[in-house]
Every structure is written in C-alpha cells, then in structure tokens.
T-cell receptor
Framework: GQQVMQIPQYQHVQEGEDFTTYCNSS?????IQWYKQRPGGHPVFLIQ?????EVKKQKRLTFQFGEAKKNSSLHITATQTTDVGTYFC???????????FGQGTRLTINP | DAGVTQSPTHLIKTRGQQVTLRCSPK?????VSWYQQALGQGPQFIFQ???????QRGNFPDRFSGHQFPNYSSELNVNALWLGDSALYLC???????????FGAGTRLSVL
C-alpha cells in the first residue's frame, strides 16, 4: 500500500498567495526529497532533507523535515505563474533502498 | 554534458505485444532506475540496475524485466502488454549510494 501520503491532491491559488503541500508517513524515513513536474514534463529534483527537524530554503521555497522524520512540508511564499506544476515528495523508507513517491500536489495559479 | 535520454518518446502497441524502452544515463552516473507514472499519479518504482544487475525491485510482475549494459545504459522490457500498462515510463539515473534521481523526458506508452 501507499507508504507516503501527500496532501492536498490539488490546490488552486491566486498569484501572490502562499502555497503549502504536506507529506506524511506512518514509518520513519531515512531521508525525503522534493521534485517538481511541470505539465507535460518530467520530475526535476528540488532538494533533499536528511536530518530530523531540518529546514532548507531556496528563494521563495521553504522545505521542512519533521522531528520524528515521518513528515515533511514544502511552502511557497508569494506564488508566481512559474510555480505551476505538480510537486512530489519522495522518501527512502528506513530499511529499504527504493524511493517511494507521494501522489503529488498539483498547483494551479490564477494570474 | 548530456542529461538522461530516453527513446522512443512515444509508442503505441496492442494488447499482448512486447515492448522495449531504452535509456542512457547522465554522464558519470552508474545507476539506472525505471518508474511507471500513470496519469495523475506519482512515479511508481519498477526496478533499479547497478553493475549490470537488478539491485532493487518494486511491486511489478515478472512481465517487466530489464537490462543494464557495460556502458551503464539500460533497457526496460514489458511482455504480454495489458491496457493497464499504458503510462509514462521514466528512466532516472544516479550515482551509486546517492538517492537523488535525474529523470529523462520519458516514453509515453499507449496500449490499445
């Protein structure tokens, strides 16, 4: 079954509004990665988090890894039309070596 | 420096047929993973190849098989195609021991 749950499935915002997507697992994660897939494109790596409680920023994007290493979030401040796409979390479950992707959050933006 | 390349870009097959998809990894990468992405879903891990051997496998039947060549390129073979095999097939390369995936543009497979 699905080991990495991602919510929401869809999010529509006005340009300039903030956006957050969440990733949750019932099992401890070795690390978590975030990817962005533009419409018609392929997933592109954004960032990897490894440490408990880790927070990383990339310009308007803020990524967090939970203290228990079971959840993560991606927050975009003041969205722009270039942020349109589907954001996926992907995790290595502790004890396994394969990458498990969440279902993704599709972000659409009204300019 | 070429990224990950996949061929063909699109493919149409009928039920029961067999298909072979190809992937060349990013320069310097030695590990190739294959994923199936159904419409509106996240990529599902099929298997991973390293040193010409299958190192990890996801929950896919034996109809899905693969190969890695000495130059690190890889093939994905699917036998006895089902309608449900219609999807985007993504190849990703990485360095052994590193989990960051560099994806190719994918092969869109349609099974009629």
């Amino acid at each position: 079954g699905q080991q990495v749950m991602q919510i929401p499935q869809y999010q529509h915002v006005q340009e300039g509004e903030d956006f957050t997507t969440y990733c949750n697992s019932s099992t401890t994660l070795s690390n978590i990665q975030w990817y962005k897939q533009r419409p018609g494109g392929h997933p592109v790596f954004l960032i990897q988090l490894v440490k408990s409680g880790e927070v990383k920023k990339q310009k308007r994007l803020t990524f967090q890894f939970g203290e228990a290493k079971k959840n993560s979030s991606l927050h975009i401040t003041a969205t722009q039309t270039t942020d349109v796409g589907t954001y996926f979390c992907a995790a290595i479950i502790q004890g396994a070596q394969k990458l498990v992707f969440g279902q993704g959050t599709r972000l659409t933006i009204n300019p | 420096d070429a990224g990950v390349t996949q061929s063909p870009t699109h493919l149409i097959k009928t039920r029961g047929q067999q298909v072979t998809l190809r992937c060349s990894p990013k320069s310097g990468h030695d590990t190739v993973s294959w994923y199936q992405q159904a419409l509106g879903q996240g990529p599902q891990f099929i298997f991973q190849y390293y040193e010409e051997e299958e190192r990890q496998r996801g929950n896919f039947p034996d109809r899905f098989s693969g190969h890695q060549f000495p130059n690190y390129s890889s093939e994905l073979n699917v036998n006895a195609l089902w309608l449900g095999d219609s999807a985007l097939y993504l190849c990703a390369s990485s360095l052994s021991g590193r989990h960051i995936q560099y994806f190719g543009a994918g092969t869109r497979l349609s099974v009629l």
